[in-house]
């Protein structure tokens, strides 16, 4: 299974980015979906999941309020929209898709994990 993170980029702290996921074959219809960041120095962190149906997410403590998860079975595809960027922010993000059908912090409870993209803040 492949996924591919695009969207990351260079904005001014305050300002707003999309992150996309699409997951090829669509084979996390299923499957909870998730993404994680890893800043340079320092381990992979939890961002937000979402379990299959949508209806359900999990963000972390950081994010809460500022971004948001969702996600499009149809195309195969995650979304992070992220609002109000911070430069602690700015780290690489990875995609994710877990091994049930709930999302989940746990980065052990995802199987197939896609390359990141950068985003930037700058202060």
């Known amino acids: 299974v492949q996924l591919q993170a695009s969207g990351g980029g260079l904005v001014q702290a305050g300002g707003s980015l999309r992150l996309s996921c699409v997951v090829a074959?669509?084979?996390?219809?299923?499957?909870?979906l998730g993404w994680f960041r890893q800043a340079p120095g320092k381990e992979r962190e939890f961002v937000a999941a979402i379990a299959w149906r949508g209806g359900n997410t999990l963000y972390a403590d950081s994010v809460k309020g500022r971004l948001t998860i969702s996600r499009d079975n149809a195309k195969g595809a995650t979304y992070l929209q992220m609002n109000n960027l911070k430069p602690e922010d700015t780290a690489s993000y990875f995609c994710?898709?877990?091994?049930?059908?709930?999302?989940?912090?746990?980065?052990?409870?995802?199987?197939?994990w896609g390359q990141g993209t950068l985003v930037t803040v700058s202060s």
């Open positions: 074959r669509r084979t996390a219809s299923n499957n909870g």
């Open positions: 994710a898709v877990a091994r049930s059908s709930v999302g989940s912090s746990r980065p052990e409870a995802y199987q197939y």
